[in-house]
């Protein structure tokens, strides 16, 4: 057990306290799925790991306990969060009330540079032909609209609510829509950035993370008819 190396030389890098810098490295990995639900967090492991006590980790595994991505239990310590589908529909709920208040903050102060910059971001999901790797590029391209809001409080929020949601639908969405419809949608949201079409650009936004609601929905739908345990716990 154990986050990998990306989030090892995250830990180890110059972002602030001991805790912060092991908060952030577990948040990673449990993100990305490096670190899958029901795993047990030891400390004495972490500690070794990152180079660091005990009560950094101690600390940072309290703070994610706050932020829904540890649970800890009695007897048997840190372990990594687990959610049912109806968890992850709300916080896509949530994540459509954050997004979209960010985005329409956001689009009076783009930039071209900002706009750029999604457009390559793009332009590289187009050529990835891997899967695994589509949710790093939506996440980037997001992150990269809602960055011009300057707001940080409000855009360490969704990074956190978009890691906890991302982990349960990265693999179920990607394999149930593909990513010909999402780009759809991606290009046509930085087109109304683009022409300052505010209102129109939240309504997209808005259809475009609600369809992540349907594909669960249909998800949990077809796994109650079929025999073995649900795609999403």
Same mark, same amino acid.
């Given at each position: 057990m154990g986050p990998g190396t990306a989030a090892s030389n995250r830990a180890a890098g110059t972002h602030g306290s001991a805790p912060d810098a092991v908060r952030e490295a577990l948040r990673a990995a449990i993100s990305s799925g490096e670190l899958a639900p029901g795993i047990q967090l030891r400390q004495d492991e972490l500690a070794e790991r990152f180079g660091t006590s005990r009560i950094p980790v101690r600390e940072a595994l309290r703070q994610l306990e706050a932020e829904g991505f540890v649970t800890i239990l009695p007897n048997r310590?840190?372990?990594?969060?687990? /959610?049912? %589908?109806d968890e992850v529909i709300e916080l896509l709920e949530i994540r459509i009330a954050l997004e979209c208040h960010?985005?329409? /903050?956001? %689009?009076p102060?783009?930039?071209e540079i900002d706009l750029d910059e999604a457009s390559k971001i793009l332009r590289a999901y187009d050529a990835e032909p891997d899967p695994a790797k589509w949710g790093a590029f939506n996440w980037t391209f997001h992150a990269t609209l809602y960055a011009p809001c300057n707001r940080p409080r409000l855009l360490a929020m969704i990074e956190a609510n978009y890691g906890h949601v991302s982990r349960f639908t990265r693999a179920l969405v990607s394999q149930a829509t593909g990513k010909e419809r999402p780009q759809r949608e991606h290009y046509r949201l930085l087109e109304l950035c683009r022409e300052g079409e505010v209102k129109k650009a939240v309504r997209l936004l808005r259809q475009h993370i609600e369809e992540t609601q349907k594909t669960l929905r249909s998800a949990q739908r077809q796994a109650?008819?079929?025999p073995g345990p649900p795609g999403v716990a």
């Open positions: 310590g840190a372990v990594v969060s687990d /959610l049912s %589908i960010a985005l329409r /903050l956001a %689009i102060a783009m930039g109650e008819r079929e």
